[in-house]
């Protein structure tokens, strides 16, 4: 089968030439982001498989647009690699005969800095699919295309409904975007108390050195042995100390963070 991945806004570019560079023999790029052009692109097109990579917001209105290019899309299958939305966003192609369904890569695609001298260090290079979950949800037909996919891949399936694809979506947020988060709370934490140049580059290089040797731990052992630290040892004294030492803005955080679920 012949795919078509259409990738719009900074991240749905980034995944679309990820995907499209793993197989190049099977995918075929469209870059841009002009609706208008999709259409005229797709709608010659003979019957094969569509991949969205575009941002969760504009998923609905895309797949409205491209569905309207063409009166009929039996034979075709289409994916989005959207996590949060299912794929009943795709309705409009399956009004029109073709199979649906949802893609997506458990993976970070971060907006890379632009090099400047200063700047010690190559940036990291694109993730390899090999080895990354992809859940996977939809139409009997689209969802063995997608399985099929994630093999050439040499990825993980995760076949999941609905629901539990965008709850899978949520974990990710909290564990991915934000890990980011704490870690810019943990910077702003320093900066307040007096950290710059050199002294806040070697603290933040050994918060990214935990970070590393807490996500190797979970990796190796189950959640409730890597969890380690004060809160984990129920040590009172010292949560008080870091209250006190934490800006107000910044309490509700740690607060919540001590409230948390208990790991098991």
Not at 7 to 28: H, K, N, Y
Not at 53 to 75: G, I, M, Q
Not at 168 to 175: D, E, I, K, M, S
């Amino acid at each position: 089968m012949r795919w078509t991945v259409v990738g719009a806004g900074r991240a749905g570019s980034a995944i679309a030439a990820w995907l499209a560079e793993t197989a190049p023999e099977r995918l075929q790029l469209i870059r841009h982001g002009q609706v208008a052009a999709w259409r005229e692109r797709l709608a010659g097109e003979p019957p094969g498989g569509l991949i969205l990579a575009v941002p969760d917001d504009a998923l609905a209105a895309v797949a409205r647009d491209l569905a309207a290019c063409r009166p009929e899309w039996r034979r075709w299958i289409i994916l989005h690699l959207s996590g949060a939305r299912q794929a009943a966003v795709l309705a409009p192609f399956r009004r029109r005969g073709a199979a649906i369904g949802a893609m997506h890569p458990m993976m970070t695609f971060p907006r890379l800095p632009t090099p400047t001298p200063q700047k010690r260090g190559q940036p990291p290079a694109a993730p390899s699919p090999q080895g990354v979950v992809f859940t996977i949800e939809g139409d009997a037909r689209a969802r063995h295309s997608a399985w099929r996919l994630v093999e050439i891949w040499g990825g993980r399936k995760l076949a999941l409904n609905a629901r539990a694809k965008s709850a899978f979506h949520l974990a990710a947020t909290l564990v991915g975007p934000g890990a980011v988060a704490q870690m810019a709370t943990a910077e702003a934490i320093l900066r307040h108390y007096g950290l710059r140049g050199e002294k806040l580059a070697q603290a933040r290089s050994g918060l990214v050195r935990l970070l590393q040797a807490t996500a190797a731990n979970l990796d190796a052992m189950p959640t409730a042995a890597a969890w380690t630290g004060p809160i984990a040892r129920g040590d009172k004294a010292t949560q008080a100390l870091h209250l006190r030492l934490l800006p107000p803005a910044l309490r509700r955080l740690y607060r919540a963070l001590a409230q948390a679920p208990k790991p098991r």
